[in-house]
């Protein structure tokens, strides 16, 4: 098993939140039992990490604001190393203090899908070599869409992300809300679509919802999962 660690202290009366910038590897599992750390140095915040499936170092992805920019790193489970494989900064406009990155490997592990929240971006990878991620395509839903949660349907054809990430009110520090829509994304040759399904959660019942995760549901028997 695996975790990334963002921080503690975002609720009230604390005045900031303290970041954490380390992975806990857990081995076995099944005795829920800590095995290693891994360090990312002047990381503030990792809020996620995903096993890449069927890889045989055991390599999981997180990202992280370090001095360099924002930064996604392969965690190599299996000697409990982290090596920066692609700089995402070099590509696109980062807000260090209020995007938040997400990840999804496909079932296979030779793709990757991408979230950045506060600047709503969808971005597409090839990780057939996961240490060296190669851009595919990538699509934008808008500065502070709070573009968050990722599925990947059964066929790997669409993508489905929520606009909504954390928005603790009044009674907290984080405030990090979103456009509150579903979307779903086509993926056509390694590119990326935007589809006619937006749901906003605002106005499709009756009070407000607030999307944080999201799956889709018996894709294998559609031919559009709608």
């Known amino acids: 098993g695996i975790n990334a660690e963002y921080g503690a202290s975002s609720l009230l009366p604390s005045t900031s939140v303290l970041f954490r910038n380390t992975v806990r590897i857990w081995k076995p599992w099944s ?31 997180t990202s992280a604001t370090v001095k360099g920019g924002m930064v996604i790193f392969a965690i190599n489970t299996s000697n409990s190393q982290a090596s920066q494989v692609f700089n995402v900064s070099q590509y696109f406009s980062v807000n260090a203090q209020r995007d938040f990155l997400f990840h999804y490997p496909s079932a296979d592990g030779t793709r990757l899908v991408f979230t950045m929240s506060f600047s709503g971006l969808v971005a597409y990878f090839d990780i057939k070599d996961p240490v060296k991620p190669v851009l595919l395509d990538s699509l934008a839903f808008g500065i502070q869409s709070g573009i968050h949660a990722i599925d990947l349907s059964d066929d790997s054809k669409y993508i489905a992300v929520s606009g909504y990430l954390l928005n603790e009110d009044d009674f907290g520090l984080i405030h990090e809300d979103g456009d509150r829509s579903v979307h779903i994304v086509q993926i056509v040759d390694d590119s990326l679509a935007k589809t006619d399904f937006n749901v906003n959660m605002n106005t499709a019942v009756s009070y407000p919802m607030r999307p944080h995760m999201i799956r889709f549901f018996n894709t294998r028997t559609t031919t559009r999962p709608m």
């Open 31 to 61: 005795q829920r039992r800590i095995s290693s750390t891994v360090t990312i140095p002047y990381a503030s915040g990792l809020t996620d990490v995903k096993f890449i499936p069927h890889n045989k170092d055991g390599l999981a992805y």
